[in-house]
């Protein structure tokens, strides 16, 4: 069965500093990825999706994620946190109809 | 010129009413979803419909009736409601139900049973 695994619940960063939230699937075959960001009391919006072309996926917001078959993993990460960036994200793989749901990474972001 | 949107946006009513969610979208999409977000931030698939036909129910109690009268909409609505289903609903859509599609959210439903 298709799944994600955010290795980190929580993530706290300087403004200015690298972002990086972790990512791991599991699949038994090429899985479509995505992440998106929920922003206190608002929807769901799409930063990325990975659906076996490049593996190097550029988003919105100056995030990209590295799609890595050999490590099952496909982290997020964006060069300089900004404030507007604390919210949670989630790494999200899909099936047939239906989205499964990492259980998110809270980001932090310190002034 | 939203895309996918619910009514309504907070709901607070008392255990055992019965309620209803609505959901739009104007994507033209075939296929719409319901998902559940739990007090803990974690989503998970309800119910999908593609062209008004119920394709996926996960496990979901039979007081949650999703209708979908056509492609546009998809309700939901919950009968005599439980303390336990106090969450935030979001409604979803798609072009079309495969792997690869990007699912597009409305801004979710704040459920509050008391």
């Known amino acids: 069965a298709q799944s994600v695994t955010q290795l980190d619940s929580h993530v706290s960063v300087s403004e200015g500093t690298p972002v990086l939230l972790r990512c791991n699937y599991s699949s038994s075959y090429s899985p479509s990825l995505f992440w998106y960001v929920q922003h206190p009391n608002k929807g769901l919006q799409l930063l990325l999706k990975y659906t076996s072309a490049a593996t190097l996926v550029k988003g919105i917001n100056g995030f990209e994620a590295e799609f890595k078959k050999s490590e099952t993993s496909f982290h997020l990460t964006k060069p300089s946190a900004h404030m507007s960036d604390a919210a949670e994200y989630f790494c999200?793989?899909?099936?047939?109809?239906?989205?499964?749901f990492g259980t998110g990474t809270r980001l932090k972001v310190l002034a | 010129d939203t895309a996918v949107s619910q009514t309504p946006k907070y709901l607070v009513t008392q255990m055992g009413n019965d309620k209803s969610i609505k959901c739009e979208q104007n994507l033209g999409h075939d296929t719409m979803y319901w998902y559940k977000q739990d007090s803990k931030k974690f989503l998970k698939i309800m119910f999908s419909y593609n062209n008004k036909e119920l394709i996926i129910n996960e496990t979901v109690p039979n007081r949650f009736s999703p209708k979908s009268p056509d492609k546009a909409h998809l309700n939901l609505h919950i009968n005599s409601l439980e303390l336990g289903d106090s969450a935030v609903y979001f409604c979803?859509?798609?072009?079309?139900?495969?792997?690869?599609?990007?699912?597009?959210f409305g801004p979710g439903t704040r459920l509050l049973v008391l």
């Open positions: 999200v793989t899909s099936g047939t109809y239906k989205y499964i």
């Open positions: 979803a859509s798609s072009i079309a139900g495969g792997p690869q599609e990007t699912q597009y």
